[in-house]
Each structure stands twice: as C-alpha cells, then as structure tokens.
C-alpha cells in the first residue's frame, strides 16, 4: 500500500486537531488580552476540550508509530524529526519563560511527544501489550497520585497531588496510555481489511484535502501559530504594553 494514500487519513485527522487547538487557542489569547472571559483552568468545558485536542494528538502519535514501523524505520528521517521536535520543544521553554514568568513550560506537549515517540518504539511490535499498558498507565494516571511526586523533579511523570503552574503541561502519566492506544489502534487498521480500506480513504473535498495539508506540517503551525495569533490580536487590544 503506497505510504501517501496510507497516511491520508492521517493527515486529516491530524489536520482536525491542529484546527481544534488553533481554535482552542485564539480563545485563549482573547482571555490573554482580556477582550473576552472564558475560564480555562475550572471550566468543564474548557477542560474537555483541551483533553479531546491532546488525547486526537497523542493517538495519532501511536498510530503513526505503528505506520512508520510496519516493515522498516526509516532512521534518518525519524532521526530528523526527533532533532526538529526537541529544538521546537526547547524553543517552546524559552519563549514560556519570558512571556508567563513563573509559568514557565518545562514539559508540554512537544516535550511528552519527543520521549513517547522514544519510549513507543518499545511496543510498537506488540499490540495486545500496548492495550492492556495502555489502559493501566490511563487508570494509574488518572485515579491515583502521591506527595512523592510533588518534587520539581518528577514533575515530568505525573502522580502529582496538584497541578504544577506552567501554561502547559502533559505528562508521562496517564498520557503515554493514551499513545499506546494509538499504537493499537494502528496494528488495527493496519492489519485488517477494513481498517486498511479506511486508511486508502481518499476525500476529494476541498477542506478536508487544507485539513491534511496542516495535518502534514503540523509541527510548523503548532509553532507559528500563536505568534501569529497574539499578532493579529495585539492591535484590537489596544497595543498592550507599548
């Protein structure tokens, strides 16, 4: 099956959380510049969105992992994008600790998808492990916590008491559950009839063919999009700090 029809529904549904997170954050960044209130850290709506956005991601992490794996890695361009994943990720701290001091991101998004993308190699042959590790890290992730993990330091791993204070953060637990998902669903569609028809699925629609296009530079919208967004927004606030 040749990579590029394999992949397009890939695209697309990468595409669809790219818009829901440009979405997600221009709602943000009205609250930023306080042209609107949308409470984004007790709001149940707010939260589950965030929780949909992430959890479409980091499935589609797995479920690429498998993809990428099926008869060989390609090291050098796996190599590629684990290099352009961990400077956007370094990009991504630096920029956090001038603009939200003492909310600094020390381990979002980018961070997890760069040591998931290292740890799902491990599972990526077995299925049945990555479901049932999948389900308990989720489980463990989600329902239990200990002052232990309160320390700066295991931050990263989750099982905290608390949320930290940073502008984004994505743990090892219960994430890693959600990309071990993905990877089972990937031996899914890739080892069944059906599921291989699904991933051949091509739309000719206009929309859904700009949906796969940003599902295919994801990375580079995910790091151009703010900017862009708090640019456009700056002189409806008023020019701030100026």
């Not at 609250?31 to 949909?52: C, G, I, K, S």
């Not at 760069?114 to 049932?132: E, K, M, Q, R």
């Amino acid at each position: 099956m040749p990579v590029t029809k394999r992949l397009q529904l890939i695209d697309l549904l990468r595409g669809v959380a790219i818009l829901l997170m440009v979405l997600f954050h221009g709602a943000y960044d009205l609250t930023f510049y306080h042209l609107a209130q949308f409470d984004f850290y007790n709001d149940p709506f707010w939260l589950n969105a965030r929780t949909f956005i992430v959890s479409l991601f980091l499935s589609l992490v797995g479920i690429s992992l498998v993809l990428a794996s099926t008869h060989s890695i390609n090291w050098k361009r796996y190599g590629k994008r684990m290099a352009w994943l961990v400077a956007s990720a370094a990009l991504i701290t630096l920029t956090s600790y001038f603009m939200f001091p003492g909310r600094t991101i020390v381990f979002g998004i980018l961070h997890f998808i760069v040591l998931a993308s290292l740890l799902g190699l491990l599972f990526t042959a077995h299925p049945w492990i990555s479901l049932v590790t999948g389900i308990v890290l989720i489980l463990v992730g989600t329902l239990y916590s200990h002052p232990l993990f309160n320390h700066p330091s295991l931050h990263w791993i989750g099982l905290m008491t608390f949320r930290p204070a940073t502008e984004d953060y994505v743990p090892l637990l219960p994430w890693m559950g959600v990309v071990l998902l993905g990877i089972s669903i990937g031996h899914l569609l890739e080892k069944t009839t059906a599921g291989k028809k699904l991933l051949c699925t091509y739309c000719p629609f206009g929309f859904a063919r700009l949906l796969a296009l940003a599902g295919r530079h994801s990375l580079l919208i995910y790091m151009l999009h703010q900017p862009v967004l708090l640019a456009l927004l700056w002189p409806v606030a008023g020019f701030p700090g100026l």
